[in-house]
């Protein structure tokens, strides 16, 4: 069976990753063998009225069909004593999915829900169709998140990530773990963790914020690297669990490539090609704007300020530069058109950049003066005057090289695939047996 759930958290309280753990224990303990990590899937980032990190869960485990009835009470009621029911716009949603091969259908839901947009009534169609079980708590939006899981099958690419949890007495407080560690963690597991400090800034970035139970995440291209990493970090309070999942983050997956910028849809995260076609701009005086074009229309690209290195990067382009960018779309509002908020941008071809100089004398070799627009040069030092000269172009070098540029990792969102990453994705690779211990208690 494959169980879903989502939307359990809210902004004060609660992590859907937790009823995951909880649930995992519960089940092993009532003789279910599980026949994958329990998966931690992002949904499109995008998605106005996304939950905070838009994490969905799918527990996928073997039982004794004799204990079906039990273990589906045994979820429900942990997500209902864990999620945070009173909070307006935590809508948990559960998913009982008993076909153990994932339909095409259902495998092609989960992906409009990682790049797109979908609705309840779609996933509740699913849920009829393929006789499967989905009960919602208030308004029931975690279904979409719930199905969605499921029908994740990692066939692109995947990464995993170790959880470990805090006693709920520390909840809220200040997470204390020995941060030299962590810096050494890093260097004893790379490249085959990611995303644990941010050297531009020597911060550690595996400890999130907030009131939730998470004391830190690690994660890496497989389950021993993250476990390794795991046993070298050194925290200074109690974790009271801790458990391996499997994810599609640092995997690019909420990116669709699009052949034209007219198809461009807001919320839609994209992959396009163009020209840029304004020089950038720098407004309100950190965040950079630049526009793209291509025949078939012309799009705006927004490089936050928080974004770092790709803000840099954005800033040095000019018109004619022939880029791929990569990110979030906002809907028009006002006078902001349709934008992309970028997450990458590849640059392709590079323009030459051409800058006008004042012309040198031909008599002496000095740099000569204008004599006002449209009026000549004269020198300085020789006295000559050239009513007729034009001003002369000059290449000038560009900063930039062809390649790819990513948003600083301090910014980078849970699917944005890291420079690391590249040349390490698992097309096609399965999950063949677990790791012996994988989660604990
Ligand atoms: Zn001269």
Redesign the pocket.
Known sequence: MHIGFDDTDSTKKGCTTYIAALVVEKLKKMGASFIDYPNLIRLNPNVPWKTRGNGALCIRAKFNPNNEAKIKEVVINTVEEYADLEFRGTDPGIVFFTKAKIPREVAKFSKNAITGIVTLREALKLVKKFKAEALGFKKGRGIIGGLAAIGETFDDDFTYEILAYRIPENYGLKRRVREASIFEMDKATMPYTFNNVDMDKHRIIITPRGPDPILFGIRGETAEAVKKAFEIVKPLEPVERWVIFRTNQGTDAHLKKVEKLSQIRPYNPVIAKGIVSTNPKIIPRRHVFFSIKDESGKVECAAYEPTGALRKTAIKLVVGDHVEVYGGVRKPSGDIPLTINLEKIRLLKLAPKISYQNPM?P????R?KSMGKGQGFR?E????KYPNMKKVEVKIRRELKKGIYITSTRSQRHLTKPHQRYGMEKYGRTVEKLIEDWHFP
């Not at 008599?363 to 000095?366: E, F, V």
């Not at 030092?381 to 000559?384: A, I, L, N, P």
Request: glycine content about 18%; hydrophobic content about 10%; overall charge positive.
């Open positions: 004398c008599k002496c070799g000095r000569l020198c030092k020789c006295g000559s």
